[in-house]
């Protein structure tokens, strides 16, 4: 008798390590399919309204900054134009400002004086591809990608729910482009900080397979000689809501901008 309970053990204990392993492989082929689906899904859109909001805590002895940074984007593929309204607060003062974005031409309103400066120098426009990315998806997309094997998805009647928490490095480096490409400026004091912990949460439309919801949280810390100092950190959030996908109407880049004094030096946007 004891002989055969013992036999059974063995065979429970082997069945479910045989169950975990191949369960572990199902969710990783379907994670796959499902950021497959996405992608292709992403691919077909030609239009989109995007609102994007960043808020950054950055503590340290000297000073504390508090940072909103919000993007109400529209984008159009035929012809292809990004629109962003951009307002920032930080500690209390505001800035608002747009921007337009062309495949060949960059717009941006002169926050001091209101008026409008233009480039088509292929340097300048590099500094902007970021915020292209945003609107059409495509980062959003890749840091999906990055946490494929690592994500857990759950559904209901409407949407699947793909959530992540960890600190890789992969993630983190998307992460990283993901915030450069909302606000410049702030890469070198990230690259003195370790990312201790990101935390993601997808929403995707069941029927489209298109994101229309993304949230990161990221808490930094800072280390010197192999310890953390406590009085030093930095927690970024990142949301993007997708609207109104491929029913956008025409964008219109108003005369004042493409008339604007044509800049090939010293332009910048922050």
Known sequence: MKKTQKILMVLVIFLLFSLAGCSSKID???????????????????????????????????????????????????????????????????????LYITDDTVYVEDIKNKTWKRATNE??????????????????????????????????????????????????????????????????????LLVEKVEVKYIIDKKTFLPIECEIKAKFAYFKDGQRVISVSLDEEFTAKFSEINEVKEIIIPEEAKNGKLIEADLSYK
Not at 85 to 97: D, F, L, Y
């Open 123 to 192: 340097k300048f426009r590099e500094g902007y591809n970021g915020k292209r990315k945003l609107a059409n998806f495509e980062i959003v997309t890749e840091f999906l990608h990055a946490i494929q094997n690592k994500m857990k998805v759950s559904e209901n009647d409407l949407n699947y729910e793909v959530t992540y928490s960890g600190s890789e490095n992969s993630v983190n480096k998307v992460f990283s482009k993901i915030l450069d490409s909302v606000q410049t400026g702030t890469e070198e004091l990230r690259k003195k």
């Open 28 to 98: 990783n082929a379907e994670n796959e399919k499902l950021v497959k689906k996405v992608i292709e899904a992403t691919k077909s859109v030609k239009s989109t309204n995007v609102k994007i909001e960043t808020i950054q805590n950055f503590t340290n002895p000297d000073q504390n900054v508090h940072s909103i940074i919000q993007l109400d984007t529209s984008m159009t593929t035929n012809p292809f134009i990004v629109k962003i309204n951009r307002n920032e607060e930080r500690n209390g003062q505001k800035i608002e400002s747009m």
